[in-house]
């Protein structure tokens, strides 16, 4: 097969016949085109697959971010719990310090409120994990309140050794009143019944200073049923006074109060009729009749 090209020139009609190899021509470009087609559709996939993947992993490391921040943002909050509850706890040592450093004029050997001196010579360690951190914290918080309670306990054996007088039950739990119930067998205000009444109750203006018939350690601050508004207070060798239904406390648990020392105001909360004081004493647990502390001579 031949193919027979006509030129239109100046000069007429030129006929021009290619060969074999310019037929070839076009079929060599259209392959050549065609391959360079596939090789760039090639080339962009596998970009597009880069990118595809680069995204995924931004993607991936963008989500680890987020988790470990979550994680770091709930163990610095439990991190800040345990401290704010080691602050308390060594506010309240302070304190109790500073009272026993006070009561026994041991000041100049104990400052409680300065910062302890430490130091001496260290090799550098290995760096510390927060969950291992943690776990020292709580070691120490349970050592803080070992060391509170022995404290409390040295403070209570301390008053047995240097202030018997102190701690001596006696007298009122008011300044002016009025005994208006006795210990023992009475008719219950309230439903009318014979029932043992375990106290004395003195009666009184509303607001009037109840105050400690020893001194010791407030042992319960708070409302308790029945009795309304309740002071509890440890006066040690196994004996506890209890001021009821007061309209006001003025103590907290774990204060220190002295003989005579205001804790309360009078008022009629919990089971009362009216303005009063329900004063107890209890040995090893048990009420007590108290009206031979009440009436026996101060110590």
Do not use: C
């Amino acid at each position: 097969m031949s193919v027979t090209v006509f030129i239109q020139g100046r000069n007429g009609v030129t006929r021009w016949q290619p060969g074999k190899r310019w037929l070839l021509l076009p079929i060599l470009l259209l392959a050549a085109g065609t391959g360079l087609y596939h090789y760039n559709a090639e080339r962009f996939e596998s970009q597009q697959a880069n990118v595809d993947n680069e995204r995924q992993a931004r993607e991936q490391q963008q989500k680890q971010v987020k988790e470990l921040k979550q994680a770091t943002e709930t163990q610095l909050a439990t991190l800040v719990a345990h401290v704010a509850r080691m602050q308390a706890k060594l506010t309240r040592l302070e304190a109790l310090g500073q009272t026993l450093a006070q009561n026994y004029q041991l000041e100049e050997q104990f400052d409680f409120g300065a910062e302890v001196g430490i130091g001496g010579l260290s090799e550098l360690g290995t760096s510390i994990e927060l969950e291992q951190l943690i776990s020292d914290m709580d070691r120490l918080a349970s050592g803080i309140d070992s060391n509170n309670a022995q404290l409390s306990l040295l403070e209570t054996v301390a008053s047995n050794l240097h202030i018997d007088e102190e701690r001596y039950i006696s007298g009122r739990p008011i300044n002016k009143g009025w005994l208006s119930s006795p210990y023992g067998l009475r008719n219950d205000p309230f439903n009318g019944r014979r029932t043992v009444h375990k106290g004395i109750d003195f009666a009184g203006t509303e607001g009037a200073d109840v105050i400690a018939t020893g001194g010791g350690v407030v042992t319960w601050a708070g409302n308790m049923f029945g009795y309304g508004e309740l002071v509890e207070i440890d006066h040690g060798n196994g004996l506890r006074t209890r001021y009821g239904h007061n309209k006001a406390l003025s103590v907290t648990v774990g204060d220190v109060v002295a003989k005579g020392e205001k804790i309360a105001t009078m008022g009629s909360t919990g089971r009362s009729t009216g303005p009063h004081v329900h004063y107890e004493v209890l040995r090893g647990g048990q009420q007590i009749d108290p009206k031979k502390y009440v009436y026996r001579k101060a110590g």
